[in-house]
């Protein structure tokens, strides 16, 4: 029998961020190291979603190789044989799925997305792939099946949304996908009390965002360690005296006790504190530490192997997807049973 499947994807609109590394990248690092053997692990850039907000096209195609290269520099050991990486792109089931879902998915739940709400505050003209995003993303869910899809707190909607779309499906044309896990399961088998959210250093009432404009509240991963350093040091903290866990009242101590944890601090020495100074400078050292090993971590990546590795993967990733998708366009009439 097939292994059961892990999947998540990173989008590689610009670099990827500490909210990002912290949020979905490191866990499914460390998922594979629990799992390895048993599960299937499937990490991709979902470089068609990448646009569904402005961005530089010219930059597109480099920042993609550019992030695959993250996934190796963060730990994914490429020599296991069941784990998977690819480029959306470059899987034409991930498009034509999309169309076939977005004729059973309906435009009161995709209104309803908070993501979709939020993003599309902040422009003047919205696009009809911003509004389509999650079933796309549902799609890259159900072609392979995954059972497990660790992500931020700000993507568990959609996941849901692809468990609804597939249950959808399988109400009206029998067993057709397999389902993703309901979010308290996804939680537990990531062993977290909940998803992680990252806030952005300048202003923690907001995430961690890669199209942030300024940056100064946002710490790349290709920041320099220094760098990091000090806006860490700058962050925006709150007047209360005291550090605690307390999203509502301290945003921005309660994002600097998380990173430090997420990091492999401990944080017990720094609550009750009536001094921010040592968190702060605490936060700083460990963002510097580990910034610095990372990006060393990335030069030592085997490029000719990446690519190699690669264009194998997504061979493979197209027999997969290629047959759940016939399996779909048998059952919704497109192909001869
Ligand atoms: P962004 O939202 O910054 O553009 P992506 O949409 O590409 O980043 O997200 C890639 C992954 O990183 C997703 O699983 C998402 O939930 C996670 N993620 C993004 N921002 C954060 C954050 N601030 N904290 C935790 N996880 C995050
Ligand atoms: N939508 C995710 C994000 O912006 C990225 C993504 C696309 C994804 N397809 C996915 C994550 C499938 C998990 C599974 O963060």
Do not use: C, W
């Amino acid at each position: 029998m097939s292994k059961k499947v892990i999947l998540t994807g990173l989008r590689a609109n610009n670099d990827l961020h500490l909210g990002n590394y912290l949020g979905a990248l490191l866990p499914m690092v460390e998922l594979q190291k629990k799992y390895a053997g048993q599960y299937q692990i499937n990490l991709f850039v979902p470089d068609l979603h990448s646009f569904t907000t402005p961005i530089d096209h010219s930059k597109l195609y480099e920042q993609t190789m550019h992030n695959l290269k993250l996934f190796v520099a963060a730990g994914l050991d490429l020599d296991d044989q069941d784990t998977f990486i690819y480029r959306q792109s470059y899987i034409p089931a991930h498009s034509e799925l999309t169309v076939i879902l977005n004729s059973f998915t309906y435009m009161g739940e995709l209104s309803r997305m908070t993501q979709f709400k939020e993003k599309s505050e902040k422009q003047d003209s919205v696009s009809a792939g911003l509004f389509d995003y999650p079933v796309l993303m549902a799609a890259d869910i159900l072609l392979y099946g995954a059972k497990y899809v660790p992500v931020g707190a700000d993507q568990t909607q959609h996941v849901e949304l692809a468990r609804d779309i597939a249950i959808r499906m399988n109400n009206k044309f029998g067993d057709l996908f397999a389902l993703p896990e309901p979010e308290k399961e996804q939680i537990a088998f990531a062993h977290q009390q909940t998803r992680l959210r990252i806030r952005d250093l300048a202003d923690p009432t907001k995430k961690m965002n890669k199209s942030d404009d300024s940056g100064k509240g946002v710490i790349f991963l290709g920041d320099s360690p220094e760098e990091a350093a000090k806006k860490v040091m700058s962050a925006t903290t709150d007047s209360l005296g005291k550090v605690a866990h307390d999203y509502e009242k301290q945003p921005g101590i309660s994002n600097l006790l998380d990173i430090y944890e997420a990091l492999g601090g401990d944080t017990k020495e720094f609550i009750g504190n009536e001094q921010y100074g040592p968190l702060k400078q605490a936060v700083a050292v460990k963002v510097k530490e580990f910034l610095t090993h990372f990006q060393s971590r990335q030069t030592k990546v085997d490029q000719v192997k990446l690519t190699a590795q690669l264009e194998s993967s997504e061979k493979a990733m197209n027999n997969t997807a290629g047959a759940t998708l016939l399996k779909v366009q048998k059952v919704v009439g497109l192909r001869a049973k």
